[in-house]
């Protein structure tokens, strides 16, 4: 990227959409100059600038919650940032998620049906779950747990869809192939590898 490419405003900033790279939730919107791009690029993490206090931010400096870069892109007309990151915990300064947690309006649009939406609504799930990490939630506690219990499960889950497929049972099979999905993407958000490199992967392979 060239710095010299983005377009800034008469303040010197430019917009920067964070985006969990992962589940593809918008976590935040903030700015940056010159001097926190190039220190975002060097660091391979965020780095801000904080319009009220007038100085350069390190996203989790303190609180931990540092955000891993794996792309930046610019818009068009080069004036808006698109920041895509594996976040180490929340994005709002309220402990949650995101900051677009609150919702103004309730969509009256028809949304059109896709039956692998699912999928994206587990994405932002678990990725939550890890982020937040409710006393009370079974994921967050996998996580805390860790790679192994979380391998443990799949190993599990695996041989219990093993089962089901021999008692020909297709309710019995449907279920427990929906438990293996999960912990299995469960396991893609522990070790911050998005769903979508497995596609690509997929995608390669049939095209060979």
Sequence with gaps: MNLEEVNYDKDGLVPAIVQDARS????????????SLQKTLDLGETVFYSRSREELWHKGESSGNTQKVTSIHYDCDQDAL???VIPSGPACHKGDYTCFSEKLTDSQAQIPENRYAILDLLQEVLAKRKAESPE???????????????????????????????????EELSMESADLLFHLFLLLTDRDVPFDKVLDVLVTRHDK
């Design 24 to 35: 593809k939730t918008v976590l935040t919107l903030a700015y940056m100059n010159k001097t």
């Design 82 to 84: 698109l920041v895509q």
């Design 136 to 170: 009370d939630s079974y994921t967050a506690a996998l996580f805390q747990e860790g790679v192994d219990r979380i391998a443990k499960k799949i190993g599990e889950e695996a041989g219990e869809v093993i089962i089901a497929a021999k008692n020909n049972d297709p």
